[in-house]
T-cell receptor
Framework: GDSVTQMEGPVTLSEEAFLTINCTYT??????LFWYVQYPGEGLQLLLK?????DKGSNKGFEATYRKETTSFHLEKGSVQVSDSAVYFC??????????FGGGTRLMVKP | EAGVAQSPRYKIIEKRQSVAFWCNPI?????LYWYQQILGQGPKLLIQ????????DSQLPKDRFSAERLKGVDSTLKIQPAKLEDSAVYLC??????????????FGEGSWLTVV
């Protein structure tokens, strides 16, 4: 079945550091890929998405490129802020509106 | 636009007791989901409704969990009797149908359940 694997956290960075959170997936077809973010005490929010190979999703300075050849969708940001501290979830969807999530990666950004 | 509303936000119950969670989706969203998120894990889909019909409930433990969506709007998720391993955050989510919004799912803040 479908699955998503994320790097384990927590990831601890200083402000303005470069961020990469790795995500790889297994799917039988051609899924859509997503990153969701969960800030402390809040619900999941869609951060960005890509629906086909080589698409790049971007939002709030974050970006991720759909790499079919490596079945990856790594999340990157050039300069993180303290306000980016949250848990980040990679997810995929093969059928309409049904998500499979990874285990989440906690990011802690120190001033 | 109002988001997905859930209540209660927090609940502590003893094992073998029952609990119910309520969800009001975004207005006009035909599809409603309940996810279970155990601490340190990603959310797992329990049940998906389209209008008031069940699309997928393959991961719902039907011996103790039940869910309904009367009139195709609000939904209730019930656990009876609760077990210790049911301690989790129960997330309600909703989405529209239609190509533009395909696969964009909006989540509520969750209902945190602790079973002691």
């Amino acid at each position: 079945g479908d699955s998503v694997t994320q790097m384990e956290g927590p990831v601890t960075l200083s402000e303005e550091a470069f961020l990469t959170i790795n995500c790889t997936y297994t799917a039988t077809g051609y899924p859509s890929l997503f990153w969701y973010v969960q800030y402390p005490g809040e619900g999941l929010q869609l951060l960005l998405k890509a629906t086909k190979a080589d698409d790049k999703g971007s939002n709030k300075g974050f970006e991720a490129t759909y790499r079919k050849e490596t079945t990856s969708f790594h999340l990157e940001k050039g300069s993180v802020q303290v306000s980016d501290s949250a848990v980040y979830f990679c997810a995929l969807s093969e059928s309409v509106n049904m998500l499979t999530f990874g285990g989440g990666t906690r990011l802690m950004v120190k001033p | 636009e109002a988001g997905v509303a859930q209540s209660p936000r927090y609940k502590i119950i003893e094992k073998r007791q029952s609990v119910a969670f309520w969800c009001n989706p975004i207005s006009g969203h035909a599809t409603l989901y309940w996810y279970q998120q155990i601490l340190g894990q990603g959310p797992k889909l329990l049940i998906q409704f389209q209008n008031n019909g069940v699309v997928d409930d393959s991961q719902l433990p039907k011996d103790r969990f039940s869910a309904e969506r009367l009139k195709g709007v609000d939904s209730t998720l019930k656990i009876q009797p609760a077990k210790l391993e049911d301690s989790a955050v129960y997330l309600c989510a909703s989405s529209t149908l239609g190509r533009e919004w395909r696969n964009t799912i909006y989540f509520g803040e969750g209902s945190w359940l602790t079973v002691v």
